[in-house]
């Protein structure tokens, strides 16, 4: 429920209204926004009785949020959230950052060649797995923590922001002492436990929707990290399990404005596992601008004939900078742009 308040509503009228609310057995959570405050009401399971709150002195409006998720929908907070994961990289306005590299951090050759390749074509944020969810455990799983450190590396050499995976709660904490936004994969993104412990370390999450996940669910776990008090996450759609072999997934476009309709929160593409396929990654990275996707991900390689993972939806570097060109023409036509490099990066060592 979300106790919307009367322009001229006094502080006291809020704080009345919070009162009211943790009495009836609830917690209150105001939220000051630009056009309106409203208070929200959590920790219901079903429709509760506003009749108390109605008539309060300021009250203009209650809205019973009709969906099982409540924080993370438009009906809770109307505008747009955006997530600023570094200075300048901010996913849910007019600008639309593009994260790139590989899927897995190699080596340190690999992972700096890899950087300086997709800064040069114009991306802002580095991804690049140093704890990897294999469907085997005799593939590669990741260089863990030295993986982190080279990720460090890569963003002091170039000033990219990192985005990288958290696997477990034990390993959580220790990604956020490194990454810029902690990513959520797909297989864990109803490992419940994992989603409260990123909704407490206040740092920005991307939660990749499961591959047999409904956007209900994907929304649901989003609401875990909010209800911790964390609201700096990303959505992201990178394709879903279908019937048809020809491609390893079924990307789904329409979560796209879908997720934009139901929820405040941003959504970024990833092509290239929705694909799984190099020639099919520019086609739909563009068609996810076109869509209105919040930010785009995209594997890039220095080598992707010789990557430990994902290789045969890695960019060529070339192939990057070329998609790159092309998504600044779809992005302006859209009334979007592509964030420029440099909008406000963090410190670049020369070295
Ligand atoms: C990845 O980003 O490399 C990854 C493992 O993705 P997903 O969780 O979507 O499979
Ligand atoms: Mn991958």
Redesign the pocket.
Known sequence: MLVVMQHDASAADVEDVCRTIVEMGYEARPLPGAQRTAVGLVGNDGRVDASRIEGMAGVAQVIHVTQPYKQVSREWRPENTLVEIAPGVVFGGRDVPVIAGP?SVESEEQILDAAHAVKAAGATALRG?AF??RSSPYSFQGMGRRGLELLDLARRKTGLAIIT?ALDVEGASLVAEYADCI?I???NMQNYSLLRAVGRLRKPVMI?RGPSATITELLLSAEYVLAEGNDQVILCE?GLRSFDPLTRNLFDLTAIPVVHRLSHLPIVA?PS?GTGLRDKVAPMASAAVAAGADGLMIEVHPRPDRALS?GAQSLYPAQFDELMKQLHAVALAVGRQITPVGAGNVAVSIG
């Open positions: 899927c797995g990897k969810p995976e990513q994969g797909a297989r990749k990178r990833d596992h994902d």
